[in-house]
């Protein structure tokens, strides 16, 4: 069903663009990525992808700002967002610690850093029909 | 009749001084600080009852004795000034109680008689700050204890990082065999030996970042530590098209400095100057090393005009682990610089605004090194 869906992959880390991307290809999906928040921005316009995979910590604008960005734009708000951090601990992170505006809800999941195929992957399934 | 009148007033007025001297010899007691009264010997002639409950009995022996358990007076002692100049003196000042306990406390120092030509006794009032000092040592230890937690913090989404590279590095490998992809294995292989020369450097530089030591200060000149920099940054500098200058001030005298720890310093700085250029979009980009001395103040500064960084990051830089370098960093170059210019009594601030470079000052007083010098030679003797 969700085969040749668009995910992007927005990591400063270069690494893990690699292994999400060769992850992502391998079950079906298209992969598109980012390394920086500017980036991601441009291209989730243009892409306008089924699903994002977002870090958290990256250099001048962190994950958790480009997220309330696309909170606040009608046509992007609704992409599903898993958010991929080696900050996230047993899968729980206080995402209202970050961000207070409670008109901004919370994505839809969290994946802590090293990823498990298998998780990964059921997520994304379960986030895109 | 006259005389008894005589002896009534007598009586009233003697009675009216004994009366004066309880409430002085009380007020002296329980006044809630130490009053000792000390005579050109430095021998204690009276003492309060809150001195003698702290300190044990104190008539007829010496204050540096009784205060510290010191068999001759203490150097830079306030009452030794006030004997002299007659002035009032403070000093804050550590000493040992009748139960071997410490005891922190700021000393004034004055005369007994004011404006005497020659004085023969001065007053030490000195106030308890023990609790003070208490309170002060467990805000430090609860601040050292977050900054411990923090950079486990950092430590632990490092090693996440890493961890992630590793895993990313044999699923394409595995992948690779699978499919008998060459490019795919050389791909994933690429990936293992990065990330195991990352764990490499992140191990060195935390394990160099924990070391608790004292700089091993000699006598050097800072001129020196910038070319020998200059000398091994030229060739990366030159091949990555940044233009790497110094400006020496030649009047600048030797200086006690840690030779590894300022060359760790300037290595840090200088090569975040560089990543920081090749970053940017800027054309003509360029890294200046300086070493100056204003003010008996020596400056080593690393400049350059590359990106910059922006509030947000600078509040982070010398605080936590952090790193604008994707893969490329540890995010404890900085802290670990830090650490080094504290150890030498400097401090480390940087000035930039985002897209407009930066200039990151190292400052050092010249007193405060020597300070450090002379005892760091003491201890070596001892």
């Keep these: ?129 | 009749m006259k005389s008894k009148i005589g002896v009534d007033r007598r009586t009233r007025i003697t009675n009216k001084n004994n009366r004066w001297q309880q409430e002085y010899q009380t007020l002296f007691d329980r006044v809630p600080c130490y009053v000792t009264v000390i005579d050109k010997n430095f021998r204690i002639v009276r003492a309060n009852d809150a001195f003698r409950e702290s300190f044990g009995d104190a008539v007829d022996r010496n204050c540096y004795d009784i205060y510290k358990r010191r068999h001759a007076k203490c150097p830079n002692c306030p009452a030794e000034k006030t004997f002299k100049d007659g002035k009032t003196h403070r000093s804050n000042q550590q000493g040992i109680g009748k139960c071997d306990q410490k005891i922190h406390y700021v000393v004034s120092t004055s005369a007994l008689i004011k404006g005497a030509k020659n004085i023969n006794y001065v007053v030490e009032i000195s106030s308890d700050i023990t609790p003070i000092k208490r309170l002060e040592e467990k805000v430090i230890e609860a601040k050292r204890l977050g900054a411990v937690g923090q950079t486990v913090a950092g430590l632990a989404h490092s090693i996440k990082n890493i961890l992630m590279g590793l895993e990313g590095g044999k699923y394409i490998v595995s992948l690779g065999l699978k499919k008998n992809n060459q490019q795919m294995i050389n791909q994933g292989w690429e990936m293992l030996e990065r990330n195991f020369d990352k764990t490499t450097s992140l191990v060195k530089d935390f394990l160099s970042f924990s070391k608790g030591r004292v700089p091993e200060l000699e006598m050097v000149n800072p001129a020196d530590l910038v070319l020998e920099i200059v000398d091994l940054y030229k060739n990366v500098a030159a091949q990555s098209g940044i233009e790497l200058k110094y400006e020496i001030d030649n009047r600048i005298k030797q200086a006690p400095f840690d030779k590894a720890g300022i060359h760790t310093c300037l290595t840090n700085l200088v090569s975040n100057a560089i990543d920081a250029c090749l970053m940017s979009e800027q054309k003509g980009t360029m890294v200046i090393i300086r070493v100056s001395e204003k003010r008996n103040k020596l400056i080593f500064e690393v400049h350059d005009n590359g990106g910059g960084i922006d509030y947000e990051i600078k509040k982070k830089i010398f605080t936590t682990f952090f790193t604008t370098k994707g893969g490329g960093g540890t995010g404890l170059g900085l802290l670990t610089t830090r650490k080094i210019v504290q150890e030498h009594g400097g401090k480390i601030s940087v000035d930039s605004q985002k897209g407009k470079g930066a200039n990151f000052k190292m400052e050092f007083l010249r007193k405060r090194l020597m300070d450090l010098y002379k005892e760091s030679k003491k201890q070596k003797i001892s």
Excluded: W
Excluded at chain 1, 63 to 87: A, D, H, M, R
Excluded at chain 1, 109 to 128: G, H, T, V
């Design chain 1, 1 to 129: 069903m969700s085969l040749g869906k668009k995910i992007l992959i927005v990591d400063d880390e270069p690494d893990v663009i690699a292994y999400l991307t060769v992850v992502l290809e391998s079950n079906g999906y298209r992969p598109y990525s980012a390394n920086d928040i500017k980036t991601a921005l441009r291209l989730v316009k243009k892409v306008h992808p089924d699903l994002i995979c977002l870090d958290i910590v990256m250099p001048n604008e962190t994950g958790i700002s480009f997220y309330i960005k696309l909170q606040q734009e009608k046509t992007l708000k609704n992409i599903p967002v898993i958010i991929i951090s080696g900050i996230i601990e047993s899968g729980k992170f206080n995402f209202r610690s970050y961000v207070k505006n409670s008109s901004i809800p919370p994505p839809e999941c969290y994946i802590e850093k090293p990823i498990k195929i298998e998780n990964f992957i059921q997520n994304i399934e379960k986030l895109i029909h």
